[in-house]
């Protein structure tokens, strides 16, 4: 028994769908089909108020009974259009924020490997300078005659 909805159809352990439910999570689809009712509406109502009424009356009842059972309904072209944008927003944040990472591990990698080559160049000349130093206490350089 689930509390938070209430079941005005009979169900058979599976969920039956409205035929024209408007649910899902692409948006432009969604506006698309939104704008298309409306324009059908429109176009019954130039043609014959009564049944575009009768239509705009079913269809709210059947909205009312789907937000009854807690489906979100998302067919205002108006807000679709707005969570489009932010989408949209969100999307480009997103690519310039994984931009701003790409670029500060290349930055970090080419610093290390700088790094890496100063002490590499500064460990060979520690080297050379010792093999100098062992050379001159033993007498094979004699500084001066090089």
């Known amino acids: 028994m689930i509390f938070?909805?209430?079941d005005f159809f009979?169900?058979?352990?599976e969920k039956?769908?409205?035929?024209q439910q408007q649910i899902g999570k692409n948006l432009t689809h969604l506006i698309n089909k939104a704008e298309a009712e409306k324009r059908r509406l429109d176009h019954l109502?130039?043609?014959d108020e009564k049944k575009a009424n009768d239509v705009r009356t079913k269809k709210a009842w059947s909205e009312a009974m789907l937000k009854a059972q807690g489906v979100k309904?998302?067919?205002d072209p108006v807000k679709l259009k707005h969570a489009l944008k932010e989408q949209a927003k969100r999307k480009d944040k997103s690519a310039k924020k994984w931009q701003e990472?790409?670029?500060n591990i290349q930055q970090e990698q080419k610093q290390r490997q700088?790094?890496?080559q100063t002490n590499i160049k500064a460990r060979q000349s520690?080297?050379?300078d010792k093999k100098r130093k062992r050379s001159i206490k033993r007498g094979h350089i004699i500084p001066g005659f090089n």
């Open 4 to 6: 938070s909805r209430f």
């Open 10 to 13: 009979e169900t058979d352990g």
């Open 16 to 19: 039956k769908l409205h035929p």
């Open 45 to 47: 109502e130039e043609h």
């Open 73 to 75: 309904l998302k067919n």
């Open 101 to 103: 990472r790409a670029q």
């Open 114 to 116: 700088d790094k890496r």
């Open 126 to 128: 520690t080297k050379k």
